[in-house]
């Protein structure tokens, strides 16, 4: 690996640190995803790859906010760019391109289907909650509000692990 000794480029620095906060994003999404409630993660003391859920939960705020505002300097920096995107070479007047209307297109479908929680969006919101709430037992377990979704959810096991242990020789 070698370095020059030319001219900071901001282009790249902005693009690298866009990339970077991106794949940390993506790899502190699939962790909160898959981890506990809050209130459940603190009863377990619940962890993946040595950080807790609400260090995953504070990286993924910090590098959201990151990553918006190098968006933003992204698109400053490369707005000419964009607009030749979106430009009849011809006329230089703006159109509304193939490649526009079907990124439109599918992010609108997106953003409805899971708005609506639709099919298959509904899905990945039953799988997030098999894997969230999967029976995770610990003996200490007090959950006092039986009000509480999560609370009603951990006594049941609980008294679906009572009844089975009665059973044990």
Request: glycine content about 2%; overall charge positive.
């Given at each position: 690996?070698?370095?020059?000794?030319?001219?900071?480029?901001?282009?790249?620095f902005?693009?690298?640190?866009?990339?970077?906060?991106?794949?940390?994003?993506?790899?502190?999404?699939?962790?909160?995803?898959?981890?506990?409630?809050?209130?459940?993660?603190?009863?377990?003391?619940?962890?993946?790859?040595?950080?807790?859920?609400?260090?995953?939960?504070?990286?993924?705020?910090?590098?959201?906010?990151?990553?918006?505002?190098?968006?933003?300097?992204?698109?400053?920096?490369?707005?000419?760019?964009?607009?030749?995107?979106?430009?009849?070479?011809?006329?230089?007047?703006?159109?509304?391109?193939?490649?526009?209307?079907?990124?439109?297109l599918?992010?609108?479908?997106?953003?409805?289907?899971?708005?609506?929680?639709?099919?298959?969006?509904?899905?990945?919101?039953?799988?997030?909650?098999?894997?969230?709430?999967?029976?995770?037992?610990?003996?200490?377990?007090?959950?006092?509000?039986?009000?509480?979704?999560?609370?009603?959810h951990?006594?049941?096991?609980?008294?679906?692990?009572?009844?089975?242990?009665?059973?044990?020789?």
């Amino acid at each position: 690996m070698s370095f020059h000794k030319n001219k900071f480029n901001t282009k790249a620095f902005i693009s690298f640190t866009t990339f970077l906060s991106f794949i940390i994003l993506l790899l502190s999404g699939i962790c909160l995803y898959v981890s506990p409630s809050g209130e459940i993660a603190r009863e377990i003391n619940w962890k993946l790859l040595l950080l807790s859920r609400e260090a995953w939960r504070g990286m993924h705020i910090t590098f959201s906010i990151l990553f918006i505002v190098f968006i933003v300097f992204h698109m400053i920096y490369n707005w000419k760019v964009f607009c030749a995107y979106l430009k009849n070479k011809l006329t230089k007047k703006l159109v509304f391109k193939k490649e526009f209307c079907l990124a439109i297109l599918i992010v609108g479908i997106l953003l409805i289907f899971s708005s609506f929680q639709w099919f298959p969006f509904n899905k990945l919101l039953e799988w997030r909650e098999a894997i969230k709430y999967k029976p995770r037992v610990h003996k200490s377990i007090s959950l006092q509000d039986s009000t509480n979704p999560t609370a009603i959810h951990f006594l049941e096991i609980k008294k679906h692990q009572d009844t089975l242990d009665c059973f044990e020789v």
